[in-house]
């Protein structure tokens, strides 16, 4: 009776997907070209490689990717975006990196009837009053990362912190979703020029307030130039570094070095996570790509296999929008963070964890996880969200 | 160059500008005679950077002075219509005024004060010629930037978004094709008004002082005068270019000013060609088409651009509008013959 | 802020000057005596970052990587200079614009195809990655270490331009050219020895700054807006500008970081070159006339 069933059900599959066969559509836009071109590289490679794993399929149908480079412009990415929509008529895009790309592209392709399955960018309005029916962040809302080192530092109890950001919404989201959970006395909050290179003066501001702690978030060319110099400054053994982990993931950790060894992140994923999913994808992203997966790769890999999942379980007819939109909410899949769930606002409840800089068994830096700080965590503006049936 | 306008050179001018105006008009019908309605919002790109480009080169062209903050006015522009319609859409005064999504208001609000502002900065650059005028005009190019980053209630760096549905009196423009000929109507008219000031009094002693500054002065005008003019005129038609950018993205962000869009501004000027009126026209098209067509083709899009860029410029000494001129004349040549 | 902390800041902003002054030898050398607007001196500044940091993993030494860098760098100027960027001295400021333009795109973009995206890592030499004590103040020996190698070659720089022979030659060949000539110094062979100098001298300062910041593409252009700014503040061509405005930018912009809120901070040396070129329309030191 059993096999009976199974085989009814791969009969269905079989005949769905006959009528489904036209490819699925995704609309993959992210940053390609430029300094942060490397980051959507990243997301990519991810994506592709859990495709790549699954016989280049979602949900049992073909699957046809379609690229486009934002340069880190919103005005570009919003013209990819339409071309996307208007002329390949993608059906689910993703890749976005920005907010600020994100923001400029999410309303038209959503107003177009487009599902957004972000595998990155996650901003705040969207978490909140901008909530969406059609718009899901598989990988985390923007201030989360910040919000559970916050938490671990304020029930270790360090008294005084030194916060440091880029002066943009995102590093004034990070530094604000840390003082959501820390109450410790802030003795310096500084933000400084998008792209900065020098970090010598605030180093000697630092050095002269004699904090307990620094909290810093730096992506990218930013975080490797200031870890370096905080490190050449010999403030590393005093005063301890903290960041969430994207300013110390192996986008920046192998240009960064012996630098970064002994600095502290959050992370709802790390290279060194003890799961199946996690292991054989940091197994196979390395022998495909020859460098460890960050967790923006991870977060990318989940999303194709959320959409995957969150697929099949309809018999890969997404076009059924409510349907698909269900089958999203309720997906269950293996994730390489061991736990993944979306919140009523379609952002993830997830674990977070504290993660320590070391040196692995080939002598890279990486990140070693210590203790999970926070379980379920959930985002702060969820409440905000009054979602549309 | 300085030559008055003769009736040949005016028919060199007149017949371009109006093949491409022509080209531009029937893009909407080809793309809806093939079904592919996107090609109307790359037109309307081409359009509203062309009027950049064609206004940008007005002092570039025929002043002779590089301007690195035209993409700062673009923005300007761009933000009065934002910001406008941010108080209509959350119905929040705006010192003694209401919001309003209606470019019937917007536009002329942004045109007075993207021209208060040029007026200000120019008086304060053309002190200055040259690179020096290059770089003081960058330098002000990123106090409008940082300045755009600091208006942390109209989102910051995360740029604005216009949530209100935008009007020109009664008229709806959202619906993309009427929106496409607004734009190109606006094309057509600073074509049009570049054109008449670049033979007018007032262009030849822009183009004369731009090449010899004692020989005017000697005559007993003031080139400074005009050049504060033209500049102002320029980065004018460049505030209505942003305007309409965002009212046609309904976005606008910093990076929409930053000072490598100026420098993009200055590079389809130039690939176009800055001799004649309507060469950046034809550069803002080639520039924008470039980038799309290319970027779909590879990552590594920007070698293949940067080396293009470098065998125009190599090749062809007054910009694509050279090759379309040389083309021009063989036609006609040939057909005075057969 | 105490006095040591002033001190300190002080020290920040003219070792940044100093770096800036590298970079913008070669750029007010080229720009003022060629009258050529080089934009592709970014590209070099990276080129010699990427060498010095490949040197440096192939072989381990920070010494070597510090020789070659230069000497690729100037191999790279120099390749351009002959095939293409000659051309354009007798030219529009815009063709050359455009030109250098074109070029950085496509260098950025070769740079990444054979490199890869990942931002490559130099370490310090062991020797210089500790701390001095001046006045108190632990200060990184590396930094002290870019601060005296920039004064050291501001000081031969100024020597070889002013009391030399190959300096009189780039100094006649930049007043009068067709003289020049008929006075049978080789003018294009005299602009090219410059340019490649000025190369060399980008790559130094690519490969110095690579254990400070990060080794990857574009991280040519801020820097060349920076040196832009300085070669405009001291006067387009003369290196003595150079040298005054590099400090003064170097100081005003970590001053300004600390001082100000973020944004004024942002804009402090825009408003500084603002506020010069509009009394002083030449620059501080203009070299001719």
């Known amino acids: 009776m059993k096999k009976l069933i199974a085989s009814a059900f791969v009969l269905s599959l079989l005949s769905s997907a006959a009528i489904a066969a036209d490819p699925v559509k995704i609309g993959f836009l992210s940053t390609f070209s430029g300094p942060g071109g490397q980051l959507g590289q990243e997301l990519l490679d991810g994506f592709n490689l859990a495709l790549e794993e699954n016989g280049k399929t979602i949900g049992g149908r073909p699957v046809e990717i379609i690229q486009g480079d934002d340069q880190a412009k919103p005005d570009v990415g919003r013209q990819a975006a339409d071309k996307m929509i208007e002329r390949d008529k993608v059906q689910i895009m993703t890749g976005i990196n920005f907010s600020n790309v994100m923001l400029a592209v999410a309303k038209p392709a959503l107003d177009a009837g487009a599902f957004i399955v972000s595998s990155n960018a996650g901003p705040s309005q969207y978490a909140g009053a901008q909530c969406h029916p059609h718009f899901f962040a598989a990988s985390f809302q923007n201030d989360t990362a910040s919000e559970a080192m916050g938490l671990y530092l304020q029930n270790k109890g360090v008294k005084k912190m030194y916060l440091l950001a880029p002066n943009y919404p995102a590093g004034k989201d990070f530094l604000a979703g840390f003082k959501r959970f820390y109450k410790g006395q802030i003795v310096g909050e500084v933000y400084t020029t998008f792209g900065q290179l020098d970090y010598a003066a605030e180093i000697a501001q630092v050095r002269a307030a004699n904090p307990d702690g620094v909290y810093f978030f730096y992506p990218g060319g930013m975080g490797i130039n200031f870890v370096k110099q905080y490190n050449q400054a010999g403030l590393k053994k005093t005063i301890p570094l903290y960041g969430p982990s994207f300013s110390l993931d192996q986008t920046v950790l192998p240009a960064i070095g012996d630098a970064a060894v002994g600095a502290f992140a959050s992370a709802f994923w790390a290279e060194s996570f003890d799961n199946p999913a996690s292991k054989k994808f940091v197994a196979a992203f390395e022998a495909k790509y020859k460098r460890i997966p960050s967790p923006n790769a991870a977060d990318a890999y989940d999303t194709a296999r959320l959409i995957d999942a969150a697929a099949k379980s309809i018999g890969g007819k997404i076009e059924d929008k409510a349907a698909f939109r269900k089958a999203l909410e309720t997906v269950k899949f293996d994730s390489v963070r061991g736990k993944f769930r979306f919140n009523t606002n379609h952002f993830p409840i997830q674990d977070f964890y504290l993660t320590e800089i070391v040196k692995d068994a080939k002598g890279r830096p990486v990140m070693a996880v210590r203790e999970k700080i926070d379980s379920d965590h959930k985002d702060a503006y969820v409440d905000k969200c009054k979602m549309a049936n | ?338 | 802020m105490t006095l040591s902390l002033i001190t300190e800041q002080l020290l920040n902003g003219v070792q940044l000057g100093v770096m800036l002054f590298l970079m913008s030898a070669g750029l007010t050398l080229v720009f003022g005596i060629m009258n050529f607007i080089n934009l592709t001196h970014g590209s070099l500044y990276m080129i010699g970052a990427f060498a010095g940091a490949a040197t440096q993993a192939a072989t381990g030494s920070f010494l070597l990587a510090m020789l070659v860098a230069p000497l690729v760098a100037a191999a790279a100027g120099l390749a351009l200079e002959t095939t293409l960027l000659r051309r354009f001295y007798g030219r529009d400021h815009l063709d050359q614009v455009l030109v250098t333009f074109g070029s950085i795109l496509a260098l950025n973009e070769a740079t990444r195809m054979i490199f890869g995206l990942t931002p490559l890592r130099m370490n310090l030499p062991p020797a210089l990655s500790g701390h001095v004590d001046i006045a108190g103040i632990p200060y990184p020996t590396f930094r002290l270490a870019i601060l005296i190698t920039g004064l050291i070659v501001a000081g031969l720089l100024y020597l070889v331009i002013m009391r030399t022979r190959i300096g009189m030659w780039v100094r006649a060949g930049a007043s009068n050219r067709p003289i020049a000539s008929a006075m049978g110094v080789n003018v294009p062979l005299v602009f090219a020895a410059l340019f490649g100098a000025g190369a060399a001298l980008a790559g130094l300062a690519g490969v110095m700054a690579g254990p400070i910041l990060s080794v990857q593409v574009g991280m040519g252009e801020p820097i060349l807006i920076l040196a832009l700014v300085v070669t405009v503040i001291g006067g387009v061509g003369s290196i003595r500008g150079a040298l005054v405005a590099a400090l003064l930018v170097g100081v005003v912009d970590t001053l300004g970081r600390v001082l100000l809120t973020p944004a004024l901070g942002s804009m402090a040396i825009f408003v500084m070159m603002a506020a010069i070129l509009a009394f002083r329309p030449k620059g501080l030191f203009p070299a001719h006339g």
């Open chain 2, 1 to 338: 160059m300085a030559e008055p306008a003769t009736n040949l050179s005016r028919l060199r001018d007149v017949v371009p500008t109006l093949l491409i105006l022509a080209a531009l008009a029937a893009t909407p019908m080809v793309a809806l005679a093939i079904g592919d309605p996107f090609i109307v919002k790359v037109a309307t790109r081409v359009v509203i950077f062309a009027i950049a480009a064609v206004a940008l080169n007005f002092v570039v062209g025929y002043g002779g002075l590089v301007s690195l903050c035209h993409a700062g006015f673009f923005g300007i522009g761009g933000y009065v219509v934002g910001i406008l319609a941010w108080h209509d859409f959350n119905a929040e005064p705006l010192w003694f005024m209401s919001g309003t999504s209606d470019l019937a208001i917007s536009l002329p609000a942004a045109i007075l004060l993207s021209a208060m502002i040029a007026t200000i900065v120019g008086a304060i650059s053309l002190r200055t010629s040259g690179p020096y005028f290059l770089m003081i005009t960058l330098a002000f190019n990123q106090m409008f930037y940082y300045g755009a980053i600091a208006l942390q209630k109209y989102g910051g760096d995360d740029g604005l978004q216009i949530m209100s549905t935008i009007t020109l009196g009664p008229l709806d423009v959202s619906n993309r094709y009427r929106f496409f000929y607004l734009a190109l109507a606006v094309l057509a008219l600073t074509l049009l008004l570049v054109g008449r000031f670049v033979d007018s009094r007032f262009g030849m002693v822009l183009r004369a002082s731009s090449k010899n500054e004692t020989r005017v002065i000697a005559v007993g005008v003031d080139p400074w005068l005009y050049r504060l003019a033209a500049f102002v005129v320029s980065a004018v038609l460049t505030a209505v270019a942003g305007a309409l950018l965002a009212a046609g993205q309904q976005f606008i962000s910093p990076v929409d000013m930053g000072w490598d869009r100026s420098g993009d501004l200055v590079v389809m000027a130039v690939l176009g060609g800055v001799g004649v009126v309507w060469g950046p026209a034809i550069g803002a098209a080639a520039f924008v088409v470039l980038e799309l067509v290319l970027s779909s083709w590879t990552t590594h899009w920007q070698f293949v651009f940067g080396l293009l860029i470098v065998l125009i410029v190599v090749s062809l000494r007054g910009g694509l509008a050279d090759l379309a001129q040389t083309l021009f004349a063989r036609r006609s040549g040939e057909a005075k013959h057969g």
